[in-house]
């Protein structure tokens, strides 16, 4: 890390604002860029950087970086991207994202008679869930909120989050695992 950096991670840790949000400018578009080449999607690739400046900023004090911003950076950028996919294999099993795939005849009476049991099957499943459960559930696929501002916005943690998901995601595959096999 050269000695221009290092005083730039001195500030940071600090609590220098202008000091982090000049690292933010400079690097940002670079990072979004490789972020969008390893997820493929735009939107992901802005959180995937965005957790990455987040978490610069809350762990600022006791932050050590041994080489350069960038090299830093853009590390942090891939093992964020490839957490991404971590979490969405155990989310979403292979199963479950194929079958999205799948063409849908709406004149089809009985492909319309399915898509309406499972919807009563999935409403039901929330339905039985928690109350805190539904609601972040609700906030995350509806509103589309993502974990962290699920977790500023009912003042729990971004793990409680997570945990509650997994409890919605787990009874709902248990639901529909329950409903394929009658």
């Known amino acids: ?32 860029s490789y972020a969008e080449s390893l997820v493929g999607k735009r939107e992901i690739a802005e959180e995937v950087v965005q957790d990455v400046f987040y978490n610069i900023w809350k762990n600022r004090e006791t932050l050590r970086i041994n080489r350069s911003w960038q090299s830093y950076l853009y590390r942090s950028v891939y093992n964020n991207s490839m957490m991404y996919f971590r979490k969405m294999r155990r989310e ?27 919807s009563e099957l999935i409403s039901k499943t929330l339905e039985e869930l928690p109350e805190r459960t539904r609601e972040i559930f609700r906030l995350n696929r509806h509103e589309g909120l993502k974990y962290r501002e699920i977790a500023d916005r009912l003042s729990i943690s971004v793990k409680t989050v997570e945990a509650n998901m997994g409890k919605a995601l787990k009874a709902l595959r248990n639901s529909l695992e329950k409903y394929e096999q009658e």
């Not at 005083?7 to 990072?31: A, C, M, N, T, Y």
């Not at 099993?93 to 079958?99: A, I, N, Q, V």
């Open 1 to 32: 890390m050269v000695l221009k950096e290092q005083q730039q991670l001195r500030k940071i840790q600090k609590g220098d604002i202008i000091s982090f949000e000049r690292l933010f400018h400079r690097f940002h578009p670079g990072l979004s």
């Open 92 to 118: 979403y099993p292979m199963d479950e994202r194929t079958s999205l795939d799948h063409d849908f005849d709406p004149a089809d009476p009985s492909q319309l008679m399915q898509l309406n049991e499972v």
